[in-house]
């Protein structure tokens, strides 16, 4: 046998160490993976309701339960779950699974809380709410506007979110992101829906591609809220419809009073309803539309 130093030996050993410690860095960074789009949409999730087990929410920071109240005012007779017969969930009737079906326009609401469901902030707020609607609004709503999502504390015109169809055909589909009645409208005359003032606040799809018998996909994205550079947009199958820029008016909120409301008048199918504490890519609003499984597949 060849003899080996000490001073060789010891290099020889060091070198071995080298390529060890070489070989196990290597190994740990190649298991650490980019976040790649589901996950970023997993992380910003606050809220999501399949309707695939039951009417409460599969996940959420807030209160998962669903509740059923005559009026908004009446909230002191507010019911746990849902108990308006107009109203029921249904196996198959979902575009995953189970889904809501609405089939009369008639009073009470139904709603999530909003506490902790949604990330509003004073200061600064971002968000995104996403949902599949399927429904022919030429023939099967029923005369007058319709609301299938309105979050607020008040009322539509008063620091609220949400999208609507319009009261007569051909109906459009509209995204409102009202701030506080007193600041965008001190003196009002006559009702909000037809004030000009209200009507330059909305986006407006015309000939959306809402019918019977096929999903679309609605997606509000807002961001900035509560400071002078606001912005609000939203998107129908992974497509802009249109943004509102500067949106300066404040959003004051008493969080607790506060609702996501669902199908205000409206007649049809809802399904797969998520809420997230930013606004969300381009990237992942397409992600979003194009999952096979719904939301349900990202939290797996």
């Not at 650490?32 to 399949?50: G, I, M």
């Not at 943004?243 to 008048?265: C, E, H, Q």
Request: glycine share 8%; hydrophobic share 30%; aromatic share 12%.
């Amino acid at each position: 046998m060849y003899p080996i130093k000490t001073t060789e030996l010891f290099a020889y050993l060091f070198s071995v160490c080298l390529i060890f410690t070489s070989c196990k860095q290597s190994k740990k960074t190649n298991e650490v993976t980019k976040p790649t789009t589901e996950t970023n949409l997993k992380d910003a999730l606050t809220f999501y309701a399949s309707f695939n087990t039951g009417i409460n929410a599969d996940f959420s920071l807030g209160d998962p339960r669903m509740f059923t109240v005559p009026n908004r005012k009446a909230v002191d007779s507010a019911q746990v779950g849902l108990h308006k017969p107009d109203i029921t969930r249904q196996e198959g009737k979902g575009k995953y699974g189970a889904g809501l079906v609405f089939t009369e326009r008639s009073k009470g609401y139904i709603y999530y809380p909003s506490s902790k469901n949604i990330n509003y902030s004073k200061e600064n707020w971002s968000g995104a709410v996403s949902f599949w609607l399927s429904l022919d609004p030429a023939t099967d709503l029923k005369p007058g506007y319709c609301d299938p999502i309105q979050i607020t504390d008040v009322s539509y015109n008063d620091a609220a979110i949400w999208v609507d169809f319009t009261k007569e055909n051909p109906r459009d589909f509209r995204l409102g992101v009202i701030g506080d009645r007193n600041v965008w409208n001190p003196n009002p005359e006559g009702p909000d829906n037809e004030n000009p003032i209200f009507n330059k606040r909305l986006i407006t799809s015309k000939k959306p591609p809402f019918g019977s018998g096929k999903w679309t996909h609605v997606l509000i994205n807002f961001s900035g809220l509560n400071t002078e550079k606001g912005k609000a947009s939203f998107y129908i199958n992974g497509k802009h419809m249109g943004t509102r820029n500067a949106i300066d008016t404040p959003f004051t909120w008493d969080v607790s009073k506060s609702n996501i409301y669902l199908g205000l008048g409206y007649i049809g199918l809802m399904d797969d309803l998520s809420i997230f504490n930013r606004n969300l890519t381009d990237t992942e609003i397409s992600t979003l539309y194009e999952l096979k499984n719904g939301v349900q597949s990202i939290l797996n």
